[in-house]
């Protein structure tokens, strides 16, 4: 297997990705085809594809925020059991990220990440990938070291429309596995920034972040 890195739309890997996110996500949850030329030619956004015997199986996006000196998983796509591809796109990005913060002189503190849940919304059958089940993926993020981010939580929809899309945990991996708790002020700016693309707020999601603003602090507890 190999895991590339795509910087261009253009790029025949991509559009076999982009295949493959229609397929496993809802469509609030999928960014329009022409509208990921920013994000692919952006240094600061890396999405990789694993590909086996010529066609796309897995795929990750992700990013590295030098001024928090965090990480955000945007997605993880495992489109094939039985190649060992959760170990394989995670040990990649991990060791991707762990390079990345080498170079901005500190150790990794932690990574974001969106997690599904289905003991409050079912309806997720994520195209009948199977590896992709939302009870599965739970667990195997829980086992990586994620924890839920405590605060309701809602995101902008991914069309634009102004519409909150809810059946979330926002959650957080922090690499010192004695951490309880994150600034509030850290997952404002971050949440912030990470949707600023998106001009159209619902009023759920600002409503969210006035409320966070309001803390100090937000507890980390286990998914």
Not at 56 to 73: H, K, L, S
Request: net charge negative.
């Amino acid at each position: 297997m190999d895991y590339i890195r795509i910087t261009n739309i253009e790029d025949p890997l991509f559009a076999k990705m982009h295949k493959l996110l229609g397929d496993v996500f809802p469509p609030e949850e999928v960014l329009e085809f022409d509208l990921w030329k920013g994000p692919l030619e952006d240094p600061g956004i890396r999405v990789f594809v694993t590909v086996h015997e010529g066609e796309v199986v897995g795929a990750t996006e992700y990013r590295y925020y030098p001024q928090w000196n965090i990480a955000m998983t945007d997605f993880t796509i495992v489109g094939v059991p039985g190649l060992g591809l959760g170990r394989f796109l995670a040990k990649n990005r991990e060791d991707d990220l762990n390079r990345l913060a080498k170079e901005n002189g500190k150790d990794l503190f932690g990574m974001f990440a969106e997690i599904y849940d289905p003991y409050e919304k079912e309806d997720f059958d994520f195209g009948g990938v199977k590896t992709m089940n939302p009870f599965v993926r739970r667990e195997v993020l829980s086992h990586l070291g994620y924890k839920k981010v405590n605060f309701p939580y809602v995101h902008p929809s991914w069309q634009n429309d102004g519409e909150a899309v809810s059946g979330l945990d926002f959650c957080f991996m922090p690499m010192d596995e004695s951490v309880t708790e994150i600034s509030s002020s850290l997952v404002v700016d971050f949440l912030t920034d990470y949707y600023s693309i998106l001009p159209n707020k619902p009023e759920k999601w600002l409503q969210m972040i006035e409320n966070l603003k309001s803390e100090q602090t937000v507890e980390l507890l286990p998914l």
